[in-house]
């Protein structure tokens, strides 16, 4: 796609992450295709960019993303006096879940069953068959993605891992895996942010044309 070979053209380094992202898209813009979510967790940065993904998604990115005429109708229908507003400030959505935001359920997850099992546990209660889990991380070995990684598996989740260079135990969990190239952790997590921002362009390009 022209997106991603831009991306790629822009930063070389990414050039071996292009079947990986490709894979990646295809397999998230299947799940949204069928009404299915994306769910998205990771630690530290990870975590950050996990609120960023969905930030992305769940708002428009490059676009506004106007709402169907025929949602626009039903609004109005339904609040006369308030519906124009509510239509003109709603935008197209993809539906996707940061895991990283729960603190509550963290806190006590972590403090009274198991820290390393605190999206893994979010997985089961809001996971379902043909929905998507993308987990993140530098290494590919953190314990907290792993198990939700496998644990979105054992669920018939879809499963993307966005990682380092050598992938880790991630790259083997996954269906796809997106291995950033980058010798230390701040290297990896800027070719993330190049790698999801693509993939947010070419899910909006592709569902909500301009």
Not at 134 to 163: D, E, F, N, R, Y
């Amino acid at each position: 796609m022209e997106i991603i070979d831009r991306a790629v053209k822009k930063h070389p380094e990414l050039g071996a992450c292009k079947p990986d992202m490709l894979r990646s898209y295809e397999i998230l813009a299947d799940v949204f295709r069928r009404g299915k979510k994306l769910l998205v967790c990771g630690n530290g940065g990870s975590a950050a960019d996990s609120e960023h993904i969905v930030g992305e998604l769940i708002k428009g990115y490059t676009s506004r993303r106007p709402i169907p005429d025929e949602m626009r109708s039903r609004l109005v229908q339904a609040s006369p006096e308030q519906g124009e507003y509510l239509a003109s400030h709603l935008q197209g959505a993809f539906p996707a879940i940061s895991l990283v935001s729960q603190v509550s359920f963290l806190t006590a997850f972590a403090n009274d069953v198991a820290a390393d099992m605190i999206f893994a546990q979010q997985v089961y209660a809001y996971g379902s068959a043909g929905d998507a889990l993308m987990g993140i991380s530098t290494s590919g070995a953190s314990p907290t993605v792993t198990h939700a990684v496998q644990v979105a598996g054992a669920l018939g989740l879809h499963t993307i891992g966005l990682t380092g260079d050598s992938g880790g135990l991630l790259k083997g969990l996954c269906e796809a895996a997106i291995c950033a190239p980058g010798e230390t952790t701040a290297e990896i997590q800027e070719s993330h942010q190049i790698i999801y921002h693509t993939l947010c362009e070419m899910l909006e390009t592709e569902f909500f044309p301009r």
